[in-house]
């Protein structure tokens, strides 16, 4: 669990404000910044992709049933640019492997990832 400060919110969404403005990168780094963050790794074949199924596209009102956002979140694109916000996502995955490693390496110390042979594997591969 990490409290999120400006300066890890300025490195996490380094693109953000070129890409969408400064209110968008202003709102989302107060709302990250708001309460702690659970952050994790996952790894395994296909881990990005298959993370990104799981959680769901970006907007919940568009993100399937059986995903976490279309499950647990409410936003819609429609909302957020009538109220010039962002979506409030309870959620974030990498979108690529090299975002992936990017963020990896921003979020935890070499101490804290470990590699190590799972029981799946020992037989699978």
């Known amino acids: 669990m990490v409290q999120m400060d400006a300066d890890l919110a300025r490195r996490h969404y380094f693109d953000l404000e070129e890409r969408f403005g400064k209110s968008v990168f202003d709102v989302t780094a107060s709302f990250m910044q708001s309460g702690p963050v659970i952050a994790f790794v996952l790894e395994g074949v296909e881990a990005v992709a298959n993370v990104r199924r799981l959680v769901g596209v970006t907007f919940p009102n568009q993100a399937n049933p059986g995903t976490i956002r279309g499950d647990f979140a409410h936003t819609s694109k429609a909302y957020t640019e009538a109220k010039h916000t962002v979506a409030a996502n ?15 390496e921003l979020w935890f110390s070499e101490s ?4 190590y042979q799972t029981v799946a594997e020992r037989f699978l591969f």
Do not use: C, P, R, T
Request: net charge negative; charged share 30%; no cysteine.
């Open 112 to 115: 804290e990832l470990f590699d």
């Open 90 to 104: 309870l959620i974030h995955a990498s979108g690529n492997v090299e975002e992936a490693k990017y963020e990896v």
